[in-house]
Each structure stands twice: as structure tokens, then as C-alpha cells.
Nanobody
């Protein structure tokens, strides 16, 4: 599974962005897709995750109520709608996929087998 992130960008605090994760083959071999944030000077942390059935989503406390993860199976694409951005949302956002048949915690990076190259999000005060 190849993952390609795009549509990060720069916004002032309070703005919105919608990064995209294009994942050809996502529907046929992937159980779950997640977004992770690697902020400067911090460990990579999970932001949100969605099961391929589209009915199960999970959010970090910092994202809940502001971010929405969604998918378009026809386009093999996962979106992260980010609203009311805060400066602490700044960092590289990575898309990750978990293979069918593999379990694990939604927010554990080591439980995802495929990773994209990331897209930068910068929020200014």
C-alpha cells in the first residue's frame, strides 16, 4: 500500500485545513488508516484513525471536536478536516495504514505497517 499525503499548508490560528491521504489499494488490503502528528521536539503522536468500514473513528483528546477523519472508498482517499487550528497543531502530519488481519491500538504507531512521507501543517499565532 502506497500512501501519499498532500494539502497541508499554513494557516493562522482559528483557520482550517484538510490534508488528504491518497492510498491506492487501501480498500482491498487495509483495515485502518490513521493520521499522526510529529511536532518539533516531540514524539510522533496519533491524531485520528478510521476503520475501513467507515463506522469506527478515534480521536486524540487534542483533536476531538476540532478534527474530523473521513474516507472515500471509491477514491481510496482519507481526509483529515482540521478546524479551529491552534499553534500546537503545527508539525508534519503522516498518514499510516494497518493491514487487514493485523490488530493493535488505534493510536500506536508501531501497529501500522505503511507510512507516507508526510505533509507539513503550520499554524501561526
Amino acid at each position: 500500500v502506497q500512501l501519499v499525503e498532500s494539502w497541508g499548508g499554513s494557516e493562522p490560528a482559528g483557520g482550517s485545513l484538510r490534508p488528504i491521504c491518497a492510498a491506492p489499494g487501501y480498500g482491498s488490503s487495509t483495515a485502518r488508516v490513521g493520521w499522526f502528528l510529529h511536532a518539533p521536539g516531540k514524539e510522533r503522536e496519533a491524531v485520528a484513525s478510521i476503520h475501513m468500514n467507515g463506522r469506527s473513528t478515534d480521536y486524540a483528546d487534542s483533536a476531538r471536536g476540532r478534527f474530523t477523519i473521513s474516507q472515500d472508498n471509491a477514491k481510496n482517499t482519507v481526509y483529515l478536516q482540521m478546524s479551529n487550528l491552534k499553534t500546537e497543531d503545527t508539525g508534519m502530519y503522516y498518514c499510516a495504514a494497518r493491514r487487514l488481519g493485523y490488530g493493535g491500538a488505534w493510536n500506536k504507531a508501531g501497529d501500522y505497517q505503511y507510512w507516507g512521507q508526510g505533509t507539513q501543517v503550520t499554524v501561526s499565532s
